[in-house]
Structures are given as C-alpha cells and as structure tokens.
C-alpha cells in the first residue's frame, strides 16, 4: 500500500536523487510518468574542482563514487540554468551545499525569486556540527519547502529536533559514505548499490514516526525495492545510479 | 541517445580477455575513440560499462573494454556511440600508435584497421605487445619513440586517468611535433553525459569532462 499524499513542491513522490540526471530534466528515463519533480546536481556558494583523487571503485553489489561535487558555482549555474529550469515541466528542486548560514541564505533568497521552483534540497555531511546545522536551517526559512539531504547511516538523528522545529518538509536519507583502498591509499566517497537497499529499509522503519517524511533516496533499483520502502514507512523515493543502467528499446532492434 | 538491443556471440574473442563479438551489427558503428555504454540487464551488473570499437564485420562486431562476468547468449544493451573519436586528420600517411597502459592497446586496434586500409603506413610502439597487428603495421620499442614520431604524421596516445597529468614526463614529446599528438583517455564512462564529474580532465581552457567532449582530446589542449 503506497502513500497518496503528496510532499510539498512536487507533482508525485517519486524522483531523480541528485546529481544523477545532470543539470536539466531529460526528455525520457526510467522513472518516466512517475517522476514529480527534478532534482539538480550539489551547488556550491563558490566553484568547486573535481577532487584530485576523483575514481569509481566496483565493489559487489554497489560501487563508491568520489568527485568532489564539481559544479561551477551558484551564480554561474543559475545564469546557466534558471531560464530553462523555468520551462521545465516539472518543478525543479536545486540540491545546494552550503558552509554557513549566509551561503544559504543567498542561495535560498535567490532561488525564491526564480520560477517553477519547488522546493530547495541542503546537503548536509552526516558529521557537521549542531550549530551549523541550525544555523543553515534558519537562514534558509522562506517561502520554499526546505528539505535535508542526509547520508543515512550517519548520526542525523541528533539534529530531529531541530529539523521538526524548522518544519522541515522532509529527510533524504542519501547514499551513504564509505571508504575504499585505491592505488596504494584509501578513499573517502559516497557509496551507491542495491546492496545499500536493507540498511535503507532498517532506517526508514526506525525512524518512520520521528515527525518528519522521510524520502529513500539511495539503494532503490526496482520498483518492488520502491514499494517495500514506502510500505516500511517513506514518503517519497529518490533513485539514484538505477537511473543510470538501460533499458531495452522499445522496438526490437533499437529505440 | 539510442539504445540497441544485441546478443554476445563470443566472449574472449582473442587472446585479450576483454573482447566480445555481439550481433547483430550496429547501424551506427563508433568511429575509433568513441564507446558505447554497455548494460546486461538481468545480471548482478550495477553500472554500464564502456566498449570500444575494435573490428567490425558486415554480421557482427567485436568490442573491448572492461567488462563483467557475461556470458555467451546473454543479451546485451548498448548506448552510444558517445564521445568524440580521433579526427580524420589523424588517420595520416605515417601514424604512430602507443598505450601508456598495455591494456589500453585494444583500444587503439580499430584506429590501426581504419589507417591500414587506406594504404597508410603505421607504426605501434610497445614493450609488451598484448595483441596480434598484421605484419604491415611495424613493431617499436618505447627508446624508439622518439624517432617515430618525427617520421610519423600523425599520433594517437592512450593513457589511464590517473596517469594523465605525468604524461608529459613518461613520454618526451618535443613542441614542434605536439600538433599531431592527440591522446585517448580511460576513464569510468558510467553516467550518460549527467555531469557526475568523475571523469573530468583539466584542460588548458578549464576542465572538460572526457565522457562528453573526449574521450579523444588534442595533445595542445592538454598541455603546453
């Protein structure tokens, strides 16, 4: 049995998690219909490199991704972008990285100003300090739903009462970090797989009444996979490197 | 970007172990340097993974790359062609052809075949050959590279990633003979174009991600 209520500022509970679709809606994926929004790549204040240790480690059942989150910065991404988030058929909700309270506070009031804005997702290490976290949360408070985006398995839960008392709209529980050795040294990157999916499930049921929607946003790679999560509890899903495997065309020798 | 549905025939298909032959044969063939992204739906597999070009027939094809444990009979999507290949100014009167990587070598086999079948001469260099080339292409050491590539006109490089910004210290190649170098990188190729970053290269005009502007890049636009 699957959730017929809809979270703020998208057309359905299903999406894109960020950064796996680029910077604009494509014409078709795999989600089609079901998708309720688009989700952008992490936008910084400033530029961010790619990281010089960037890589893409296989293990079984996932693989670990490390880049650094490079984009070019907010200002040069909405002068990019903006006109066509505008004429984009579904809302777009930017994933912004701020460091501190002015950061966001600039990106947020910007972004309320845009069209066809439906809602603004923070990213949010799993390891930054209280304080910051309740210094972004108020400096993003506005007229947009504010969602967190949180590598689950780190300790977010400390930070539920501040995100119940800034009615946030919703908690992404995003791919998780990990370490991997790589060329004689380890590396630190986000961890993507459908081995990540009954984790995934074990957070979403322990936390399913802490006030606060949660969306699974990593570890999804069918629908059935989708289903069980919203029966254990989310609200929404997110789907990440699935979105990035084929599918067969829908003629017989090519689409 | 079209998606074609195909059937691996044979896996292995040479001595490399990184060679499949599928069928049917695409109607957009990739030109030398551009991949495929590659998907076994059904299987353990969890990223695409990209296939190059490496000999065409009029029924079947034969790619390379790093692949998963396929198997024979399965069913295999590809995506593509993506990238940009070797430009036709390569496809020279003299082109000299070395991997950085051995394992690379494969990957710069269909470029040969391209050259070779317009009578022009090419010569590979390579300490440890890992493939079969026909006796016209000529065989060199990496001591002769120097040599080779100022009777050549043309220069196609492969180089890992992660070996790119050594590349001009592994391989001493002086300005006048720069313009003719152009360098193929090997990188994961995984995401379609969505931006994900990792296999972004800085160039001398910023950084550029190699899945969409390369995976074939000007030596100049590298480096000095």
């Known amino acids: ?108 009031q910007t972004l309320e100003n845009l069209e066809n804005i439906g809602a603004v997702e923070i990213g949010l290490p799993g390891t930054i300090e209280t304080s910051l976290v309740e210094e972004l949360l108020q400096a993003s408070m506005g007229e947009l739903p504010i969602y967190v985006s949180v590598p689950f398995l780190s300790p977010w839960q400390k930070w539920l009462d501040l995100l119940r008392m800034y009615t946030v709209a919703g908690i992404v529980l995003s791919a998780p970090r990990g370490c991997l050795p790589n060329n004689g040294s380890v590396v630190n990157g986000r961890l993507f797989g459908p081995a990540l999916f009954p984790q995934l499930v074990h957070e979403i049921r322990e936390f399913k009444d802490s006030g606060v929607p949660l969306i699974a946003g990593s570890g999804i790679f069918s629908f059935e996979q989708a289903e069980t999560a919203l029966q254990a509890g989310a609200s929404g899903i997110q789907v990440d490197a699935w979105l990035w495997q084929l599918t067969p065309p829908t003629s017989p020798s090519k689409s | 970007m079209k998606t074609y549905s195909t059937t691996i025939r044979e896996i292995n298909a040479g001595e490399s172990k990184s060679r499949l032959r599928i069928t049917p044969a695409l109607p ?150 720069r313009h003719k170098v152009e360098v193929m990188i090997d990188a994961p190729f995984v995401c379609g174009n969505a931006q994900c970053g990792v296999c972004a290269v800085e160039t001398r005009s910023g950084w550029k991600l190699a899945c969409k502007e390369g995976p074939v890049f000007p030596y100049g636009e590298l480096f000095q």
Not at chain 1, 2 to 20: H, R, V, Y
Not at chain 1, 67 to 75: E, I
Not at chain 2, 79 to 90: A, I, K, R
């Open chain 2, 28 to 177: 957009a063939p990739a030109q030398p340097g551009q991949y495929y992204r590659a998907f076994a739906p059904g299987t353990a597999q969890v990223l695409p993974v990209p296939l190059y070009p490496f000999l065409g027939e009029s029924d079947s094809m034969v790619l390379c790359g790093n692949f998963p444990a396929w198997q024979t009979s399965a069913k295999l999507l590809l995506e593509g062609p993506y990238g940009n290949g070797f430009s036709s100014s390569l496809k020279a009167r003299r082109l000299l052809i070395h991997a950085i990587d051995e394992s690379l070598e494969e990957r710069l086999y269909s470029l040969a075949m391209d050259v070779l079948q317009a009578s022009a001469d090419v010569a590979w260099v390579s300490e440890a050959l890992t493939l079969d080339l026909p006796p016209q292409i000529e065989v060199l050491k990496e001591t002769e590279f120097g040599d080779a590539i100022q009777w050549s006109d043309g220069c196609a490089l492969a180089v890992p990633l992660a070996r790119l910004p050594n590349l001009p210290g592994e391989l001493v190649i002086k300005p006048a003979e």
């Open chain 1, 1 to 108: 049995m699957t959730s017929e209520w809809l979270l703020p500022g998208t057309n359905s509970n299903w999406m894109n998690a960020a950064g796996f679709l680029g910077y604009l809606p494509p014409a078709s994926c795999l989600l089609a219909e079901k998708t309720g929004c688009f989700v952008t790549p992490a936008i910084s204040w400033h530029a961010r490199k790619p990281a010089l240790d960037r890589c893409l480690l296989d293990y079984p059942g996932g693989f670990l991704l490390h880049t650094g989150s490079p984009n070019d910065g907010f200002n040069k991404v909405i002068k990019n972008y903006a006109a066509k988030w505008r004429r984009a058929k579904l809302p777009v909700w930017p994933h912004i990285l701020p460091r501190n309270g002015y950061e966001c506070r600039q990106m947020v």
